[in-house]
């Protein structure tokens, strides 16, 4: 009877106990971000410039973020560097995870160096990168000393190419990260297809378009997911690289939003830059999420 | 610390007995000078027995700083002083924040030492809300002696001299205008050509009051031809440079000019230059008329409950206010002191100079408050107008179409 009684009680707690200790935890991410989604979206309709006022002013800061060029730069940047910085990185991820995958000597101490650029900060790269892209200490300057005088390489000094700057160090950074994922789903597959396809006399570049690359799908998707995200949010690396120029031609939605925000008192401005960010971010990702997670079922 | 409490003790004995007055500062003066400066104010303060939390927050223009302050404010725990600029104290006097030294203004009588031009950002709706350390001036030319003997050139007085200079310097292999390409700095520049192509009224006008005419009219055309013609004088690498970098470039000789604040003057006193024998300090060609372009720099002082704090605020205050420690600062900081009534004789010649500009400006009335340091304006709308002149200053756009894009991104931001 008693027995029966505390095994009923062990089960029930058994039953409970991942939830107790999962609710902290999920009450805080409740509370600090999606209250504070709501909070910023609630912001964003407000006349607020240096605090919070709520004085509901409609959509009249969206009118006004529409009417700003610089918004509009912001935009056609990040439609730029987003695409090229998921595209490049996962087409250079994947080629270096092939390649590694060939099971070459010393592929323990090549990983990590591939690696290695992602254990750094943003600033760092940017940083590093400014000093390495500007024409008059780095590369340019380098490469005229040693004896080819007719080199030039000044994109960070013009406004229509650096944006193409923030790629190359943002690629750099993570490409290897993305290798690391593409490897790990390499490794994964299973052999006895790939000889299989192998003894049916398919070539390689058969096997890695058949087989290997559509086989890798879950980890095309989890890279895209973070680059993705990494690309909407990438603000230190623009900061430490360009600080959003020459001019503003490198400015981002969140370097825009940063600014607007916090030092040009126009808090509700920056509000609603933050909620089309949001919105877009949740356009691309929710369907694309969405039609992964269904089709594994 | 013995010492410390010893002189609290004295100090607790002689007014009403207060347990620990403390002040805390928050600031973004982390550079060496800055920090230096600051020292002077500290060793003053703890002198009396008053502990000095230091709540330094790093980033030049302070960004960071008036982040850092909001989330204070926002957690119902203001610091008892706050570096801040310009329209930002009108706003944080407007929302109620601020508290006042009234009582000990009145005894020093701060309304007979301090400039006119230093009170309109320090006494607001009557009430002492903020402590002046220092006076910058923003509208000045750092020369190299060495670039200018080589062309054996004087100094420009006019602006057709000036971009007259540009073709020689060029030719004698020398950049003529080193120039660090951040927004802020092109804002700088902006405000410096404005006052002086413009002048002291057309400035007023046009960035003070923001006139939707003036902002239109041909002065400001003519302030954007002067800004381009200057932006032919720039190396091609100086998108993005720190502007100590440039002002490095003067120093070394390599470029002739640089237009920025008098803060510049510390990279050159920390380069052991001379001014006068080395390099030369001259306020920006003035078409129409003197004018001088002022950036104040003082400590608000929020409102406090705790009686602590309270007199912590007043020593503070009455420390940044002694004549000495006025001295003593600003040689550390390379600016002017913010009272008009100190013996500057122990001071370099570039600080005694931009005094006594100041001096008959204020009286003139030609003394005009910096656009781009926030003083003129509010922030939303120096920021809209910041985006216009570096768009301008790093591309081929016309100086109609910039005056066009100013004054429509100004009467959006209003």
């Known amino acids: ?297 | 610390m013995r010492h410390l409490s010893i002189a609290a003790l004295i100090l607790g004995l002689a007014g009403p007995a207060f347990a620990n007055p403390s002040v805390e500062v928050m600031h973004f003066w982390t550079s060496g000078g800055e920090a230096a400066a600051l020292g002077a104010v500290r060793d003053k303060v703890v002198s009396q027995g008053v502990t000095w939390t230091d709540e330094p927050v790093a980033g030049g223009g302070g960004d960071q700083a008036k982040t850092a302050l909001q989330t204070r404010i926002a957690s119902g725990n203001p610091p008892a002083a706050v570096l801040i600029l310009g329209q930002n104290i009108l706003d944080w006097a407007e929302a109620g924040m601020l508290g006042n030294v009234d009582a000990l203004a009145a005894a020093q009588n701060w309304d007979a030492v301090l400039p006119q031009a230093v009170k309109d950002f320090t006494k607001v709706g009557g009430h002492w809300v903020s402590v002046p350390t220092n006076v910058h001036r923003t509208d000045m030319i750092w020369a190299s002696k060495a670039a200018f003997d080589k062309i054996g050139a004087p100094y420009p007085k006019t602006w057709e001299d000036l971009n007259a200079l540009a073709p020689k310097f060029r030719a004698a292999g020398i950049i003529p205008l080193a120039h660090g390409g951040q927004a802020w700095q092109e804002a700088y520049m902006f405000e410096a050509v404005a006052a002086g192509v413009g002048g002291a009224d057309f400035y007023r006008k046009a960035l003070v009051d923001l006139d939707d005419a003036t902002l239109r009219g041909p002065q400001m055309v003519a302030v954007f031809k002067e800004m381009a013609a200057l932006r032919g004088m720039v190396d091609k690498n100086a998108p993005g440079r720190d502007w100590n970098l440039a002002s490095a470039m003067v120093i070394k000789g390599d470029a002739a000019m640089q237009i920025m604040g008098d803060w510049a003057k510390g990279e050159f006193t920390n380069a052991g230059k001379k001014p006068g024998t080395d390099y030369a300090c001259i306020p920006v060609p003035k078409a129409k008329g003197d004018a001088f372009v002022y950036l104040v720099n003082s400590f608000s002082l929020f409102a406090q409950t705790d009686p602590d704090k309270i007199k912590g605020q007043e020593v503070f205050a009455s420390a940044i206010m002694d004549p000495a420690v006025q001295i003593a600062f600003n040689k550390a900081k390379g600016a002017i002191p913010a009272r008009s009534d100190v013996d500057l004789s122990s001071m370099d010649a570039c600080a005694q100079a931009t005094a006594a500009s100041l001096a008959a400006n204020d009286k003139a009335g030609t003394a005009v408050p910096t656009f781009a340091g926030t003083h003129a304006a509010k922030a939303a709308i120096v920021g809209a107008a910041t985006d216009v002149i570096t768009t301008f200053f790093n591309s081929d756009e016309t100086p109609e179409a910039a005056t066009a894009a100013l004054a429509d991104a100004i009467a959006a931001a209003k």
């Open chain 1, 1 to 297: 009877m008693s027995g029966s009684a505390q095994a009923d009680i062990r089960t029930r707690l058994q039953e409970w106990l991942p939830k107790l200790v999962l609710a902290p935890s999920f009450a805080v991410t409740l509370f600090f971000v999606y209250g504070f989604i709501l909070f910023t979206i609630l912001l964003s309709f407000t006349g607020s410039k240096m605090l919070p006022l709520w004085t509901f002013v409609g959509w009249k800061n969206y009118r006004s973020l529409w009417a700003l060029d610089n918004w509009h730069t912001a935009i056609a940047n990040i439609g730029v560097f987003a695409s090229l910085y998921i595209g490049f990185s996962m087409a250079i991820g994947l080629m270096l995870a092939i390649f590694l995958d060939q099971k070459i000597r010393g592929e323990g101490m090549l990983r990590p160096i591939y690696l290695y650029p992602m254990a750094l900060s943003f600033i760092v790269t940017g940083t590093a990168w400014k000093w390495f892209l500007d024409p008059g200490i780095g590369l340019e300057h380098i490469l005229q000393q040693w004896g080819w005088t007719s080199f030039q390489f000044g994109w960070i000094k013009d406004g229509r190419y650096a944006i193409y700057c923030i790629v190359l160090a943002a690629v750099w950074q993570t490409s290897g990260f993305v290798m690391s994922m593409f490897l790990a789903g390499l490794r994964g597959i299973d052999n006895e297809i790939l000889k299989a396809a192998q003894i049916d006399g398919a070539s390689t570049w058969q096997l890695y378009r058949r087989i290997v690359i559509p086989l890798l799908r879950p980890a095309f998707m989890s890279a895209f997911v973070i680059l993705a995200h990494l690309a909407v949010k990438s603000y230190d690396l623009v900061i430490a690289l360009t600080g959003g120029g020459p001019g503003r031609d490198t400015e981002l939605p969140a370097t825009f939003m940063y600014s607007y925000t916090f030092t040009r008192n126009q808090m509700g401005i920056g509000a609603s830059s933050a909620v089309i960010m949001l919105m877009t971010v949740a356009a691309i990702m929710v369907p694309y999420i969405y039609a992964e997670l269904k089709e594994k079922k």
